[in-house]
């Protein structure tokens, strides 16, 4: 018996939605699978954090000032204080170009965890000062528990305003920022504000991944050594790219000349 054509047209709307549907779904799943692998963190060394990505020339690359979530402060120092960290990140290579002198105040601007507080604690000495400051409270509360435990009486940790440091004017020799400025909006304006903080003859050292890096955020949010220099250029910056051995990052320098006599 032959069927009747409208019990054909009836069946068919179900059929095509069984045939579109299976490969949409088999398609959302895989996105999500994907996706799964691509952390947004600095400093961890996660290979979801590939080099050579899409949107990798130096005309394309910068969407910085993306938005991370680091409340997780003890879920992130598995990452950020990570045994191989050291290998690549070299801090005590990053301390000597600080050019820090005993007795200095230093602030390590989105101190995170506080891997550098440590090196800086003892570059500083017993009469110098160290703030590690972070917009995170769950970071501070972390870094204030380590300084303690640590037993860094010259660790002073801070909550700060992702638009402010909160530094007093002229009030400190040397400011580090590692993996960090990139997640700042205006930082034109903030170069301004570390000038200011900075006492004559002070450095800001600005450290962050370069485009090759299998570590730091995805490469559309990373920028280029050179325009790092502008941006403190523009907040009144003497600006130079440091000779160094870091594998995977770069450092500018920013000075603040020294009073003329």
Request: glycine share 8%; with cysteine.
């Amino acid at each position: 018996m032959q069927s009747k054509p409208g019990n054909l047209d009836n069946r068919f709307p179900s059929r095509a939605l069984l045939f579109i549907g299976i490969p949409l779904l088999f398609s959302l799943l895989s996105l999500s699978s994907s996706c799964s692998h691509y952390p947004h963190h600095e400093g961890g060394g996660s290979p979801g954090h590939l080099p050579h990505a899409e949107g990798s020339t130096a005309e394309t690359v910068s969407q910085p000032h993306v938005h991370h979530a680091f409340k997780d402060a003890e879920l992130w120092s598995k990452r950020f204080d990570a045994p191989d960290r050291k290998d690549w990140q070299k801090p005590e290579e990053v301390i000597e170009l600080m050019d820090i002198e005993s007795g200095m105040t230093v602030a390590d601007i989105g101190a995170g965890t506080g891997y550098f507080l440590g090196y800086l604690s003892k570059a500083v000495g017993a009469q110098g000062m160290v703030l590690g400051l972070d917009i995170e409270p769950s970071m501070v509360d972390f870094m204030a528990n380590r300084a303690k435990r640590e037993n860094w009486t010259n660790v002073e940790v801070r909550v700060v305003h992702p638009d402010d440091p909160g530094l007093p004017p002229n009030s400190v020799d040397r400011i580090l920022i590692v993996n960090t400025w990139h997640h700042i909006a205006d930082r034109e304006h903030y170069s301004r504000k570390l000038y200011d903080a900075l006492k004559p003859g002070g450095k800001v050292l600005v450290v962050d991944f370069t485009l090759e890096s299998p570590h730091g955020p995805p490469v559309s949010q990373r920028l280029r050594p050179e325009e790092v220099m502008a941006e403190l250029q523009a907040g009144g910056f003497e600006v130079e790219l440091l000779q160094e051995t870091l594998p995977n990052q770069y450092i500018v320098a920013g000075h603040h000349p020294p009073e003329r006599e």
